[in-house]
């Protein structure tokens, strides 16, 4: 994943007129189809799970999701917070919605489709938005619910690698001002800052429930 850089815009007599369109190395296309994958696979776990919660209740028996395997992994806690309907619906059909989008996104662009600065711009503030959802929801499940949710937690692993990813691409395309260091650190090491992100979480949830852990 070194570099996702674009290849040659094609030479045509309206090129300096034209937006400059940009599109992706295949690495970087099928790293958004296999994040954006896994967060729709995680969005649609959560929501089956969410509807067989609905019914027990309905038919008044009782239903433990799979990923429920403790007090502290217990992702049946997490579904019946409310931070789990944010916005007044279950979250994972937000994730559904998003997710395909950016299965799309990395689709297009294996098939060599190229998109304008404004498009890459939208995409970014896409994740960006994903990420500070997922870090409000980690915040809330460590620190309010008191769970963690298995499939939450590849949704958030998937979401930070393509927000920064994402990120990286559109500085190192001067779509995003930043000085040449910058661009020469994400040329070379994108993959600390996911990596350092998601270290820190681990960190937390390890300091959160070491009790337990080490019990």
Same mark, same amino acid.
């Given at each position: 994943?070194?570099?996702?850089?674009?290849e040659?815009? $094609?030479?045509?007599? +309206?090129? @300096?007129?034209? $937006? /400059?369109?940009? %599109? %992706?190395?295949?690495?970087?296309?099928?790293?958004?189809?296999i994040?954006?994958?896994?967060?729709l696979?995680a969005?649609?776990?959560?929501? #089956? @799970?969410?509807?067989?919660l609905?019914?027990a209740?309905?038919e008044g028996?009782?239903?433990v999701?799979?990923c429920?395997?403790n007090?502290v992994?217990s992702?049946?806690?997490?579904?019946?917070?409310? &931070?789990?309907?944010?916005?007044?619906?279950?979250n994972?059909?937000?994730?559904?919605?998003?997710y395909?989008?950016?299965?799309?996104v +990395?689709?297009?662009?294996?098939? /060599?489709?190229r998109?304008?600065?404004?498009?890459w711009?939208t995409?970014?503030?896409g994740?960006?938005?994903?990420?500070?959802?997922?870090?409000?929801? &980690?915040?809330?499940?460590l620190? /309010?619910? %008191?769970?963690?949710?298995?499939?939450?937690?590849?949704?958030w692993?998937?979401t #930070?690698?393509?927000?920064?990813?994402?990120?990286?691409f559109?500085? /190192?395309?001067?779509?995003l001002?930043a000085p040449?260091?910058?661009?020469?650190?994400f040329?070379e090491?994108?993959w600390?800052?996911?990596v350092?992100? #998601?270290?820190?979480?681990?960190i937390? #949830?390890m300091t959160?429930w070491? @009790?337990?852990?080490?019990?």
């Amino acid at each position: 994943m070194k570099d996702v850089s674009t290849e040659p815009e $094609p030479s045509s007599a +309206g090129a @300096d007129s034209a $937006p /400059r369109t940009v %599109g %992706g190395s295949k690495a970087f296309a099928l790293l958004l189809v296999i994040t954006g994958a896994a967060g729709l696979l995680a969005a649609w776990v959560i929501t #089956i @799970d969410k509807f067989k919660l609905l019914e027990a209740k309905v038919e008044g028996t009782t239903f433990v999701p799979g990923c429920s395997l403790n007090p502290v992994v217990s992702c049946g806690s997490v579904m019946e917070s409310k &931070q789990a309907e944010a916005f007044g619906f279950p979250n994972p059909m937000l994730g559904l919605v998003c997710y395909g989008i950016v299965i799309c996104v +990395g689709m297009s662009l294996l098939a /060599r489709a190229r998109f304008p600065r404004w498009y890459w711009l939208t995409f970014n503030f896409g994740t960006l938005f994903g990420v500070g959802f997922c870090t409000w929801l &980690q915040f809330q499940s460590l620190y /309010r619910i %008191g769970a963690l949710c298995l499939w939450c937690s590849l949704a958030w692993v998937a979401t #930070i690698l393509m927000f920064w990813y994402v990120t990286s691409f559109n500085v /190192r395309n001067d779509f995003l001002p930043a000085p040449r260091w910058l661009k020469g650190f994400f040329s070379e090491f994108t993959w600390v800052l996911p990596v350092l992100h #998601i270290g820190v979480i681990g960190i937390l #949830i390890m300091t959160r429930w070491w @009790d337990f852990w080490t019990s």
